[in-house]
């Protein structure tokens, strides 16, 4: 379902006519999940659950359960558990509906207690103190780790998720880091030693794909993991030049750039999949807008 309006309504992103149309499809289909494309504000997802009487899922929540079943590194799941406790801290009314009271103290002494939401709210807010500082010490150790690699020119692969950047990685190193046709398959920066013909060796740096509206939370949270792309002496761009929106794909990667810091003045942009693409002038027109693009498969 999809509706055409000036702005998303304040209580439900949808209108009052076209929720109650959802109503009636989720009761004939017997729906038990509605999933949202866009991100859903706590209380439109509370309001849309008393609506539809159902799950509400939204785009945020989607990609996180992605990033989540992929994370196998220490890094990774540390990550992921800020991100989804960052996301989830505001929606805990909806998560858990145990807002009965707690006995407080003994005796005579017995106060009210405190509502079950503030000791999860609390407890929440102590796991992302702790989130944070184990991640600022990876942060560290990684810093360090760049700053020792100094001596050698620095190649970092960046790109929408699912462009080809770690198949790329294995043609070029000869390695065998993970790659596989799925969303976010590598959510760790991994660095192989590149031998170039002519000119020596250079570090060649894999990273965390990009996305379209990706939640701020996981931009937040994976910062130290495109460390590696921020001291990049070259940054590699990797397109699926055979995607029909591979434009605005590019357009998608240096805004998340942008927004974490990464300096893409000194770009290679790498159109990949040409192979795949069933229309040439496509490429030809990408190439006659980024000049320096060259095309691979």
């Known amino acids: 379902i999809t509706q ?4 998303p309504h304040p209580a439900t992103l949808f209108g009052k006519g076209k929720v109650a149309e959802l109503a009636v499809m989720v009761q004939a289909l017997g729906a038990e999940i509605v999933v949202f494309d866009n ?3 706590p209380s439109q997802g509370r309001n849309l659950e008393k609506e539809l009487d159902c799950v509400i899922v939204d785009r945020s929540e989607v990609i996180l359960d992605i990033f989540a079943s992929r994370a196998r590194t220490y890094q990774a799941k540390l990550q992921v ?3 989804q406790l960052l996301y989830f801290r505001p929606r805990l009314t909806r998560l858990w509906n145990h807002l009965e009271r707690i ?5 005579a002494g017995r106060g009210p207690g405190e509502k079950q939401l503030e000791t999860d709210r609390r407890l929440v807010d102590q796991r992302i103190d702790e989130l944070r500082r ?3 010490d990876v942060e560290l150790h990684r810093s360090r780790m760049v700053e020792h690699r100094r001596d050698h020119m620095a190649v970092s692969l960046v790109g929408y998720t699912n462009a080809g950047k770690s198949t790329l990685m294995n043609a070029l190193t000869k390695s065998d880091v993970y790659a596989a046709d799925q969303l976010f398959a590598t959510l760790d920066t991994r660095t192989r030693k590149w031998s170039v013909p002519a000119w020596g060796d250079v570090l060649l740096s894999d990273t965390v794909g990009f996305i379209r509206r990706l939640p701020h939370h996981l931009v937040e949270s994976f910062k130290s993991t495109l ?5 990049a002496d070259l940054l590699l761009h990797v397109v699926d030049a055979s995607h029909p929106e591979a434009e605005r794909q590019i357009q998608t990667v240096y805004e998340v750039l942008d927004k974490i810091g990464v300096d893409h003045s000194n770009t290679l942009l790498v159109l990949n999949k040409c192979d795949a693409v069933e229309d040439r002038s496509v490429v030809d027109v990408l190439r006659l807008k980024y000049d320096s693009a060259i095309t691979v498969s």
């Open 81 to 83: 558990e800020l991100a």
């Open 103 to 107: 006995e407080g103290g003994v005796g």
């Open 227 to 231: 460390e590696e792309a921020r001291y």
């Open 4 to 7: 055409s309006r000036r702005k």
């Open 39 to 41: 991100q859903l504000s």
């Open 134 to 136: 184990k991640l600022k």
